[in-house]
């Protein structure tokens, strides 16, 4: 990703600085008459066109406001970055920089359900006991067991405020003999969902 920001980045700068007809040393020698604190060498304006060495977001700043003196045209922090490019990076960058809110995937869309609030120890302990690739439905049978909570949240919620360890414990073996149940379940479920839509496929 970072390969991806630095060769957009790059290519977009070089562009402007020759559409102002504006040589690699003229905009290094700007970039450090800006009084941002940023000192660039025209071997450093090369490096960073040909897609090496990111520079932070006060260099960016810099360079943009040194191409903006030196062209007499404004230069906002998202044109250093192409709105033709697909790379995902860069358009979050393009977003952050035009101040654009914060985005990415909505809870019920995150990839690894490991990753989702509410995973936890319980969890973890039930996808084990069916192996990698059934973390998801692990998760579904929880949310459909207890009410759109978690097994940990489950837990949590059964052992109460300041529970014990072992009181804790109590509530986690419980929960976990009751998400096994469920997440078979769930397995059984879907795979017999795909096997009526494979027959209904062949039978058009």
């Known amino acids: 990703m970072a390969d991806d920001f630095g060769t957009a980045f790059g290519t977009r700068v070089r562009e402007l600085r020759e559409q102002a007809g504006i040589t690699q040393d003229q905009l290094a020698r700007a970039i450090g008459r800006t009084g941002v604190g940023v000192t660039w060498t025209r071997a450093r304006v090369a490096q960073v066109e040909s897609g090496s060495g990111i520079p932070d977001l006060g260099a960016i700043h810099a360079v943009a406001l040194a191409i903006s003196q030196l ?7 998202a044109d250093l970055l192409p709105d033709t490019n697909t790379s995902e990076v860069v358009q979050l960058w393009r977003d952050a920089l035009t ?3 914060v985005r990415g ?10 990753l989702a609030p ?9 996808a084990a006991h069916f192996g990698p690739g059934t973390e998801a439905f692990v998760l579904s049978a929880a949310h459909r067991l207890y009410g759109g909570r978690s097994g940990s949240q489950e ?6 405020p300041g529970a014990t360890p072992q009181r804790r414990g109590h509530a986690s ?5 009751e ?3 469920a997440t078979q379940r769930e397995i059984d479920e879907t795979a017999a969902q795909d ?3 494979e027959t209904e496929l062949r039978h058009g």
């Open 173 to 177: 073996r419980a929960i976990i003999s």
């Open 195 to 197: 096997a009526t839509f």
């Open 71 to 77: 062209s007499s045209t404004p230069v906002h922090l």
């Open 179 to 181: 998400l096994v149940d």
């Open 99 to 101: 101040g654009a809110p």
């Open 118 to 126: 509410g995973w936890g120890a319980v969890e973890d302990k039930v």
């Open 155 to 160: 837990r949590d919620h059964r052992a109460g």
């Open 105 to 114: 995937p909505m809870i019920g869309q995150v990839a690894d359900s490991r």
